[in-house]
Nanobody
Framework: QVQLVESGGGLVQAGGSLRLSCAASGRTFSNYAMGWFRQAPRKEREFVAGITRSGVTTDYADSVKGRFTISRDNAKNTVYLEMNSLKPEDTAVYYC????????????????WGQGTQVTVSS
C-alpha cells in the first residue's frame, strides 16, 4: 500500500502561482511513477502531469504545458506540482496518484490516490 497526502491548495488570483505537494508513505516511493490529476465540478477527472520513477521524464496535458512543472524528491518521498500563470479554468480539486512503472494519463491506470486539495483561481 502507498498512502498519499496532498497539500498546498488554496485561493489565488488569475496570473498567480501555487505549489502543490504530495507526500507518500508506505512502500518504496521511487518504485512508482506519479501523476497529478484534477477534477472540476461536473467534469471528468483529467490528467495534468506525470513523472517517471527517476524523475528524468515528465509529461503534461496540453492545457498546462509551459505553465505547470512536475518534479519529485525521492529522498523526501514527495512529488510537487508548481503552477504558474494560473487561470480560472484551472479551478479544480487536484489529486496525486501512484502507479508502478510507466506514466499513464488514464485515471484507472493508477493504483493509489490521495484525498485531493482544492485549487480555486479567481478572475
Amino acid at each position: 500500500q502507498v498512502q498519499l497526502v496532498e497539500s498546498g491548495g488554496g485561493l489565488v488570483q488569475a496570473g498567480g502561482s501555487l505549489r502543490l505537494s504530495c507526500a507518500a508513505s508506505g512502500r518504496t516511493f521511487s518504485n512508482y511513477a506519479m501523476g497529478w490529476f484534477r477534477q472540476a465540478p461536473r467534469k471528468e477527472r483529467e490528467f495534468v502531469a506525470g513523472i517517471t520513477r527517476s524523475g528524468v521524464t515528465t509529461d503534461y496535458a496540453d492545457s498546462v504545458k509551459g505553465r505547470f512543472t512536475i518534479s519529485r524528491d525521492n529522498a523526501k518521498n514527495t512529488v510537487y506540482l508548481e503552477m504558474n500563470s494560473l487561470k480560472p479554468e484551472d479551478t479544480a480539486v487536484y489529486y496525486c496518484a501512484a502507479r508502478n512503472w510507466l506514466i499513464k494519463s488514464t485515471p484507472s491506470d493508477y493504483n493509489y490516490w490521495g484525498q485531493g486539495t482544492q485549487v480555486t483561481v479567481s478572475s
